[in-house]
């Protein structure tokens, strides 16, 4: 079992993900901007604090083996921040959530909507996937597919240079993939993937 440091634990995903690392046995420290929100498992701690804060996030990695980082917002200034506090603290095992299509990897028509949609809001995702893969921390980066909240696991995953399948994925697939790579830290190394649901491919989502 390790001991892992949840970043932005308060998140739709992570909030799927942390039952099942508390399940994995998992020693777990949740940090979030607002503490209160975290759904926190028996045994967890839970810590009140911004990624930017470099005091408190150092406080935080002291005794970790695993950081899982699902932020929101300033992403690449974030990612850049952590990659300097695990440098300090030495901690090594990155997992960090990002955005399909940063790398326009998606089939046509579902790319062009695709920023279309998200717009400027790729290229700071993409800055953050640069700084990680230009570390040398072991990192596993996670593109997900538009999320929804059906009750399911069911995914497949892309490679960084491949093209990408589904539209879709739920929040659960996500949170228990994440729980997979925490309980096999070797798989997985310096790896960036996408995740979608089997046979969503499309032009876009179904919902839309």
Known sequence: MSNVLVLGASGQIAR????YLAEQGETLTLFARNADKVVAPDGARVIDGDVLDTTALDEALQGQDIVYANLAGEIDEQAETLIAAMGRAGVRRLIFVLALGIYDELPE????????MIGEV?????????LIESSDLNY????PAWLT???EVD??????DEEYKGTEVSRKSVGAFVAVVVSHPEQHSRA???IDKPGT????????
């Open 16 to 19: 799927h993900a942390i039952p």
């Open 109 to 116: 028509p579902f790319n062009t909507w695709n920023r279309q």
């Open 122 to 130: 790729l290229n700071v995702y993409r800055r953050a996937a640069d």
């Open 140 to 143: 596993t980066i996670i593109r």
């Open 149 to 151: 909240d059906t009750s």
């Open 155 to 160: 995914y497949e995953l892309t490679g960084r």
């Open 192 to 194: 960036n993937l996408g």
């Open 201 to 208: 491919d499309g032009d876009k989502p179904s919902w839309y």
